[in-house]
Every structure is written in structure tokens, then in C-alpha cells.
């Protein structure tokens, strides 16, 4: 990714001091220094200097949640973001991985970043989950003990339900004030429609004409936030091309993962001479959807909701793209709501974009800490602005209730929340 700094000069920025150390997740959950931003940053020293990179550097490197916890917390402001990209580049350029790291990527890889291939998916998920078949194998245990990470995919998904695909352009409801164009995401798209749903609604209901192009694909974050930079640029790529005929004024993103990139290709495509001004007309147009709702100021009429809510601050919009105050906002103005805070807010659920599914246990164990946070709010519903989220916190939050002998919380993205309210459904 290209910048005016060198990776040595970004380096040379960390001044060690630990003000990162309890915002690392890693740290909190082992105090180990090679698991803190400060004990990565080096062991990058340590390669630039010339050390061959080893499988405990890579170990170390690999554990890393890529939250950006410390890069709020960093007083020096260090880019820890570049830095963990960059070297998780280098490290798979240059390392060789364990055959069944690399099936196991494979095979992620091969899935996540394809919206069709998720949708077919979907299909056979629904009949597990309709059938029980889903709870019946996971009471076995047997799919943890033979393959951990598959286990781990299985327990995340959510309850499925058959949706229809949204039309390529959707009316204002009123006057019309803004045309924006709509990422409908991957993972969002084949297990959370009724997230896109409410999210086209709600634009509707605000006076936006909402484009949808149906040929989108992939915006790049889950390559990019692993090392995998060429892919990513191909898939930029491919979505600048997408949204560049729509002449839309804004491109809306209800996916913190998937904004938090795409509000990086002005960098991620800086050396390409053919889609360098292109990606950076692309990335001035960005907004969560809670930044353009924000922006926009409301015109439809909120019905109450009488409801308590925790918020839960995804990484990707909180400390990726210092997008907190439009979300909570938003969900102040509902006549009725009331707005609760969590605990350790700073702290990553554990989810992480494909982190849950790479490493199991650590973010069994985060997501367990969040879901105590959360429920000792005392909340009605766990509000969240991002999928990987969504999935995490329903399954810590379900484990946790099983334990208690209760019914687990319910979990909204905020865009259902506003949708309720603006259709004066109950949540």
C-alpha cells in the first residue's frame, strides 16, 4: 500500500510506551509482549533488520485480530494498520504455511469473498437449521474434535430464512434528496438480507433513489486485512468499475469490515496509473450507512419504540473509521428507546472478519467476555453495524444464556432498529 512514509519510518514511530497494551485483546486475554501491538511492531523491526522471519514470528503476527484497538489508543499515532497489512503481505509472499493452514485458508477464501457461491451455500445451511440437524451435530461434539474451524463456521451462522434480491433501483418515498448507490456485501447479502432490506427501506423512507448494481461482487476486506493485497486490488478494482456508471452521490456500506476498506482505495490502488484517480473519486464517496443518515438529518416520522438497547461499537466503524457518534445518534432520536453503553467497549468481540474461523479458541474466549459486557447492561437488544459482529455475539450471547438457564438477548443491526421505528413495527 502505497504512502509517503517507509515501512523503517513507521517503525520508528512506536516509542514503546504501552499506552496500547489493554486495548490489545491478545494481551488481555495472555500478557504476552509478542502478543501486544508493541511486541509485533518488534519482531517487524526484527525482519527489516534482516532476521529471517520464523514460525513464531509468523504465529505471532497471525494472532493479531487486526481490531486497530491501539491505533486509537496510540499517542504517537502510530499506523499499526499499515504496518500489520504490509508485514501479513510480506508473510505470504515469503512463508511457507502447514498444509492444512493452507487448505484451511483455501477453502475460506474460495467461499467468502464470492457472494453466489455464499448464496448456494445458504440453501443446504437452511435445511440444516429447519430440520435441527444443525443443533443435533454440534451436541455430538464430533465436528469440534475433527475439525475445529469448521465447527466453528457452523456454530456462527445465523438462523437462515428465504429473502428476495432487491431490485437495481429502488424510489425515493417522497422527495427525492440524494441518489446512492448500495453494497450489498458478501457475507451480508447471503446470510443477512433482511439487514439490506431495512437498509434500502430506510434510505427509501429519508428521500434517497437507492441503486443496487446487481453484478457487484467482492469489496477486497477480507483479502486485504490478510496480507492477500493482489487479490484485493482485483476485487477494488472490479467494484470501482461497478459503481462508476451509476453517477450515484454516495456509496452506502452497512458492513464495518467492508467500509473500513473501502475507504482505503485511494491507497490500496495509489501505483496503479489507471485506477488511481478513479479509486480516490470512488473512496471520497464512501459513507457508513449511519454517516449518510447523519448527514442527511431526518425526514421520516419515528414511531416509539419502547425498548433498551446496548450498542456495541464494531472495530472496523469505531476504531478503523472514528464512526461513533452517527450510530448512537441515530438511535437517541427513537422516541422511547433508551440507549445503554458496554462495558470494555474498546475490547473486539472476537469475530474479526475470518479471525473466529482461523483461531477458534482465542475468539471463543473474547466473544464469551463480550457477551457478559453486553448482558450485564441489562438490554433488550444488542445493536451492532457490522455481520461478523452479528454472527459472534448471537453465539456467545446464546452460550451464555444456555449456562444461565435463560433466553438469549435479541441482536439488530441499527439500520433494522431505524426501520422498526420509521415503519412503526415492533423490533
Known amino acids: 500500500m502505497a504512502d509517503h512514509e517507509s515501512k523503517e ?11 496500547c497494551l489493554p486495548t490489545c485483546p491478545t494481551y488481555v486475554l495472555w500478557g504476552e509482549e509478542m502478543d501486544s501491538p508493541r ?9 527489516a533488520d534482516g532476521e529471517p522471519m520464523t514460525d513464531a514470528m509468523v504465529s505471532h503476527w497471525d494472532a493479531c485480530l487486526g481490531c486497530m484497538a491501539c491505533v486509537t489508543a496510540c499517542p504517537s499515532g502510530v499506523q499499526y494498520d499499515r504496518l500489520i497489512e504490509e508485514t501479513r503481505a510480506e508473510v505470504e509472499r515469503e512463508h511457507r504455511r502447514s498444509p492444512s493452514e493452507r487448505a484451511l485458508r483455501g477453502l475460506v477464501f474460495a467461499l467468502f469473498p464470492h457472494p453466489k457461491r455464499l448464496r448456494l451455500l445458504a440453501g443446504p445451511l437452511r435445511g440444516l437449521q429447519r430440520t435441527g440437524l444443525d ?12 475439525a475445529p474451524s469448521l465447527a466453528a463456521m457452523e456454530r456462527l451462522a445465523p438462523r437462515l430464512s428465504r429473502s428476495e434480491p432487491l431490485a437495481a433501483r429502488l424510489p425515493a418515498t417522497g422527495e427525492r434528496r440524494a441518489v446512492v448507490g448500495m453494497l450489498t456485501g458478501c457475507v451480508q447479502g447471503a446470510f443477512f438480507p433482511a439487514v439490506n432490506a431495512a437498509t434500502a427501506r430506510v434510505l427509501q423512507a429519508e428521500g434517497c433513489d437507492v441503486v443496487v448494481p446487481p453484478e457487484q461482487g467482492c469489496c477486497g476486506a477480507l483479502s486485504v486485512h490478510n496480507g492477500r493485497a493482489e487479490e484485493a486490488k482485483r476485487y477494488a478494482r472490479r467494484l470501482v468499475e ?3 456508471s451509476t453517477e450515484v452521490e454516495r456509496i452506502v456500506v452497512n ?8 475507504k482505503e482505495y485511494a491507497a490500496l490502488l495509489a501505483d496503479d496509473p489507471g485506477y488511481a484517480a478513479r479509486a480516490q473519486a470512488f473512496q471520497d464517496k464512501v459513507r457508513d450507512i449511519s454517516e449518510v443518515l447523519d448527514e ?8 416509539p419504540l419502547e425498548v433498551t438497547v ?11 473509521q472514528g464512526v461513533r457518534v452517527p450510530p448512537r445518534r441515530l438511535l437517541e432520536g427513537i422516541p422511547g428507546l433508551e440507549l445503554r453503553e458496554v462495558a470494555e467497549a474498546e475490547l473486539c468481540c472476537g469475530s474479526a472478519g475470518i479471525y473466529n474461523v482461523l483461531h477458534p479458541e482465542p475468539a471463543r474466549e473474547l466473544g464469551d467476555r463480550k457477551a457478559r459486557n453486553i448482558v450485564a447492561t441489562g438490554a433488550d437488544v444488542l445493536v451492532t453495524a457490522n455481520p461478523g459482529c452479528l454472527m459472534q455475539v448471537a453465539a456467545a450471547v446464546e452460550r451464555h444464556a444456555e449456562a444461565a438457564g435463560d433466553r438469549p438477548m435479541r441482536l439488530a443491526h441499527t439500520v433494522e432498529v431505524l426501520d422498526a421505528s420509521i415503519s412503526g413495527r415492533p423490533l
Open 9 to 19: 519510518e513507521l517503525l520508528d514511530d512506536c516509542v514503546h510506551c504501552g499506552f
Open 39 to 47: 511486541g509485533r511492531i518488534q519482531l517487524m523491526q526484527q525482519l
Open 135 to 146: 443443533r443435533a451435530l454440534r451436541r455430538t461434539g464430533l465436528l469440534d474434535r475433527v
Open 242 to 244: 461497478t459503481f462508476e
Open 255 to 262: 458492513a464495518a469490515g467492508c467500509g473500513s476498506t473501502m
Open 296 to 303: 442527511l438529518g431526518p425526514v421520516a416520522e419515528r414511531h
Open 310 to 320: 446496548a450498542y456495541h461499537d464494531a472495530c472496523h466503524l469505531g476504531h478503523a
